[in-house]
């Protein structure tokens, strides 16, 4: 499959009950060709109303930090493990996510990224580990076969607790880092 064709077929995907509710689908937005990821759990209003993910209050602060370590959207992929929102932006259901899963492995799978970054616990503990915890676990890496992988503080919990802030500073020039390590072509003094 194709990935215009995989977007289409998620598009119109029926496979769990938030298709019901949904204004638009979520599929991802930025580079389909970066070396690194980003997933966060599921879309809020905002980007259900947009179709595109991280455009909210929680997305404008996330766009800000990671201009802190010099990323923009094309240089980077950004998506979902749930590609509908959840009503009233609740955690999504377990069954809700397995149903997304398949898109979110072929997304995966087409963009090649080097590093994957979870965005907050939900998206940590269905993709880097069950019982991971985010307030003890965030900023360390992990390998995962082919991936680097990383969980941060979700950008709305930031909103939430100024707190996480410092904390999530030194992540994010933890990921900085590890971009320059391992990555051959995400920041421009890189490319060949």
């Given at each position: 499959?194709?990935?215009?064709?995989?977007?289409?077929?998620?598009?119109v995907?029926?496979?769990?009950?938030?298709?019901?509710?949904?204004?638009?689908?979520?599929?991802?937005?930025?580079?389909?060709?970066?070396?690194?990821?980003?997933?966060?759990?599921?879309?809020?209003?905002?980007?259900?109303?947009?179709?595109?993910?991280?455009?909210?209050?929680?997305?404008?602060?996330?766009?800000?930090?990671?201009?802190?370590?010099?990323?923009?959207?094309?240089?980077?992929?950004?998506?979902?493990?749930?590609?509908?929102?959840?009503?009233?932006?609740?955690?999504?259901?377990s069954?809700e996510?397995?149903?997304?899963?398949?898109?979110?492995?072929?997304?995966?799978?087409?963009?090649?990224?080097?590093?994957?970054?979870?965005?907050?616990?939900?998206?940590?503990?269905?993709?880097?580990?069950?019982?991971?915890?985010?307030?003890?676990?965030?900023?360390?890496?992990?390998?995962?076969?082919?991936?680097?992988?990383?969980?941060?503080?979700?950008?709305?919990?930031?909103?939430?607790?100024?707190?996480?802030?410092?904390?999530?500073?030194?992540?994010?020039?933890?990921?900085?880092?590890?971009?320059?390590?391992?990555?051959?072509?995400?920041?421009?003094?890189?490319?060949?």
């Amino acid at each position: 499959m194709k990935w215009d064709e995989l977007e289409a077929t998620c598009k119109v995907c029926t496979n769990c009950k938030l298709c019901e509710r949904r204004h638009n689908v979520v599929f991802g937005d930025g580079n389909p060709r970066a070396e690194v990821m980003f997933i966060g759990e599921g879309p809020g209003e905002q980007e259900d109303l947009s179709g595109v993910p991280f455009v909210g209050r929680a997305g404008q602060l996330l766009t800000d930090m990671l201009k802190i370590i010099d990323l923009d959207r094309s240089q980077y992929y950004i998506t979902n493990i749930v590609k509908c929102r959840p009503p009233g932006n609740r955690d999504p259901e377990s069954a809700e996510q397995d149903a997304c899963m398949g898109y979110l492995r072929s997304q995966v799978r087409m963009i090649k990224p080097k590093i994957i970054i979870c965005l907050g616990r939900i998206a940590a503990m269905r993709l880097i580990r069950s019982d991971y915890r985010i307030t003890k676990e965030h900023g360390q890496w992990v390998k995962s076969g082919p991936f680097w992988m990383t969980a941060i503080y979700h950008p709305s919990a930031l909103l939430r607790d100024l707190n996480k802030r410092p904390e999530t500073f030194d992540d994010l020039m933890s990921i900085q880092e590890k971009i320059r390590e391992v990555c051959t072509h995400t920041y421009p003094e890189q490319q060949n």
